[in-house]
Protein backbone atom coordinates (compact mmCIF):
# COMPACT_ATOMS: atom_id res chain seq x y z
CA UNK A 1 0.00 0.00 0.00
CA UNK A 2 1.27 3.72 -1.08
CA UNK A 3 1.02 5.25 2.68
CA UNK A 4 4.28 7.03 2.47
CA UNK A 5 3.63 8.64 -1.35
CA UNK A 6 0.06 9.70 -0.09
CA UNK A 7 1.59 11.17 3.17
CA UNK A 8 4.36 13.17 1.31
CA UNK A 9 2.24 13.94 -1.80
CA UNK A 10 -0.64 15.73 0.73
CA UNK A 11 2.28 17.91 2.32
CA UNK A 12 3.60 18.68 -0.46
CA UNK A 13 0.57 19.74 -2.22
CA UNK A 14 -0.65 20.93 0.87
CA UNK A 15 2.36 23.07 1.55
CA UNK A 16 2.05 24.28 -2.30
CA UNK A 17 -1.94 25.45 -1.90
CA UNK A 18 -1.08 26.75 1.41
CA UNK A 19 1.75 29.42 -0.37
CA UNK A 20 -0.88 30.02 -2.98
CA UNK A 21 -3.61 30.69 -0.90
CA UNK A 22 -1.83 32.74 1.98
CA UNK A 23 0.18 34.91 -0.64
CA UNK A 24 -2.51 35.40 -3.12
CA UNK A 25 -4.55 36.86 -0.17
CA UNK A 26 -1.55 39.10 1.12
CA UNK A 27 -1.42 40.23 -2.65
CA UNK A 28 -5.16 40.90 -2.44
CA UNK A 29 -6.12 38.80 -5.39
CA UNK A 30 -7.63 36.22 -3.36
CA UNK A 31 -9.97 37.56 -0.32
CA UNK A 32 -9.19 34.93 1.94
CA UNK A 33 -6.17 33.15 2.91
CA UNK A 34 -6.55 29.14 3.78
CA UNK A 35 -4.07 29.10 6.60
CA UNK A 36 -6.08 31.93 8.33
CA UNK A 37 -9.15 30.35 8.23
CA UNK A 38 -8.06 27.21 9.39
CA UNK A 39 -6.80 29.32 12.57
CA UNK A 40 -9.62 31.13 12.61
CA UNK A 41 -11.57 27.91 13.62
CA UNK A 42 -9.04 26.70 16.05
CA UNK A 43 -9.19 29.96 17.84
CA UNK A 44 -12.98 29.90 17.88
CA UNK A 45 -13.01 26.26 19.04
CA UNK A 46 -10.91 27.55 21.64
CA UNK A 47 -12.78 30.23 23.08
CA UNK A 48 -9.91 32.42 21.71
CA UNK A 49 -9.96 36.01 20.21
CA UNK A 50 -9.50 36.37 17.07
CA UNK A 51 -5.36 37.48 16.48
CA UNK A 52 -4.24 37.40 12.50
CA UNK A 53 -0.62 36.25 13.55
CA UNK A 54 -1.70 33.89 15.66
CA UNK A 55 -4.30 32.05 13.62
CA UNK A 56 -1.76 31.65 10.44
CA UNK A 57 0.43 29.81 13.24
CA UNK A 58 -2.71 28.09 14.59
CA UNK A 59 -3.79 27.09 10.56
CA UNK A 60 -0.31 25.78 9.23
CA UNK A 61 -0.47 22.71 11.40
CA UNK A 62 -3.60 22.22 10.95
CA UNK A 63 -3.83 22.92 7.10
CA UNK A 64 -0.74 20.75 6.73
CA UNK A 65 -2.55 18.14 8.59
CA UNK A 66 -5.70 17.87 6.79
CA UNK A 67 -3.58 17.99 3.39
CA UNK A 68 -1.61 14.86 4.78
CA UNK A 69 -4.63 13.20 5.31
CA UNK A 70 -6.56 14.00 1.99
CA UNK A 71 -3.63 12.67 0.40
CA UNK A 72 -3.48 9.55 2.71
CA UNK A 73 -6.92 9.09 2.03
CA UNK A 74 -6.15 9.57 -1.74
CA UNK A 75 -3.67 6.90 -1.63
CA UNK A 76 -5.59 4.30 0.77
CA UNK A 77 -8.79 4.48 -1.06
CA UNK A 78 -6.79 3.96 -4.67
CA UNK A 79 -5.13 0.93 -3.01
CA UNK A 80 -8.05 -1.02 -2.02
CA UNK A 81 -10.09 0.01 -5.42
CA UNK A 82 -6.94 -1.28 -6.39
CA UNK A 83 -6.70 1.54 -9.05
CA UNK A 84 -3.64 3.60 -10.88
CA UNK A 85 -2.20 5.86 -8.04
CA UNK A 86 -1.22 8.28 -10.64
CA UNK A 87 -3.84 8.79 -12.75
CA UNK A 88 -4.84 12.62 -13.89
CA UNK A 89 -8.63 10.85 -14.27
CA UNK A 90 -8.64 9.94 -10.56
CA UNK A 91 -7.03 12.80 -8.83
CA UNK A 92 -9.02 15.25 -10.75
CA UNK A 93 -11.92 12.97 -9.62
CA UNK A 94 -10.84 13.06 -6.15
CA UNK A 95 -9.62 16.47 -5.93
CA UNK A 96 -13.43 17.95 -7.31
CA UNK A 97 -14.95 16.34 -4.41
CA UNK A 98 -12.55 17.75 -1.96
CA UNK A 99 -13.39 21.06 -3.79
CA UNK A 100 -17.50 20.08 -3.26
CA UNK A 101 -16.93 19.45 0.53
CA UNK A 102 -14.89 22.14 1.13
CA UNK A 103 -17.83 24.47 -0.08
CA UNK A 104 -20.68 22.71 1.31
CA UNK A 105 -19.53 21.18 4.73
CA UNK A 106 -15.61 22.91 6.08
CA UNK A 107 -16.12 26.25 5.38
CA UNK A 108 -19.68 26.43 6.88
CA UNK A 109 -18.36 24.50 9.71
CA UNK A 110 -15.70 27.06 9.76
CA UNK A 111 -18.35 29.81 10.23
CA UNK A 112 -17.58 31.27 6.62
CA UNK A 113 -21.29 30.37 5.42
CA UNK A 114 -22.05 28.09 2.45
CA UNK A 115 -19.84 28.63 -0.32
CA UNK A 116 -17.66 30.46 2.14
CA UNK A 117 -19.72 33.87 1.21
CA UNK A 118 -19.47 35.31 4.38
CA UNK A 119 -15.35 35.55 3.00
CA UNK A 120 -16.55 36.93 -0.11
CA UNK A 121 -18.99 36.20 -3.18
CA UNK A 122 -16.35 34.70 -5.16
CA UNK A 123 -15.12 32.48 -2.97
CA UNK A 124 -16.05 29.48 -4.61
CA UNK A 125 -14.09 30.28 -7.44
CA UNK A 126 -10.86 31.08 -5.16
CA UNK A 127 -10.85 27.52 -3.64
CA UNK A 128 -11.58 25.71 -7.24
CA UNK A 129 -8.34 27.18 -8.74
CA UNK A 130 -6.65 26.30 -4.75
CA UNK A 131 -7.29 22.76 -5.06
CA UNK A 132 -6.93 22.72 -8.84
CA UNK A 133 -3.08 23.78 -7.16
CA UNK A 134 -3.74 20.84 -4.58
CA UNK A 135 -4.78 18.61 -7.48
CA UNK A 136 -1.54 19.44 -9.68
CA UNK A 137 1.03 18.92 -6.21
CA UNK A 138 -0.43 15.49 -5.52
CA UNK A 139 -0.13 14.61 -8.92
CA UNK A 140 3.47 16.14 -9.39
CA UNK A 141 4.42 14.44 -6.39
CA UNK A 142 3.28 11.01 -6.94
CA UNK A 143 4.50 11.58 -10.17
CA UNK A 144 7.82 11.85 -9.09
CA UNK A 145 7.65 8.74 -6.49
Known sequence: ???????????TAGILMGLISHAGF??????SSILIIDG???QQRAG?????QEAILFGIPIHLFT?????LAYAVLISILKLELVNVLL??????MLWLSMLFV??????????????GPVTWLEQLALHIVYGIGLWGALYFF
Not at 48 to 52: A, F, I, Q, S, T
Not at 91 to 96: C, G, P, S, T
Open 1 to 11: MPLFEGVVSGL
Open 26 to 31: KAGIFT
Open 40 to 42: MFA
Open 48 to 52: LKYNE
Open 67 to 71: SVSFG
Open 91 to 96: IALYVF
Open 106 to 119: ALPIAGQGFLGRRL
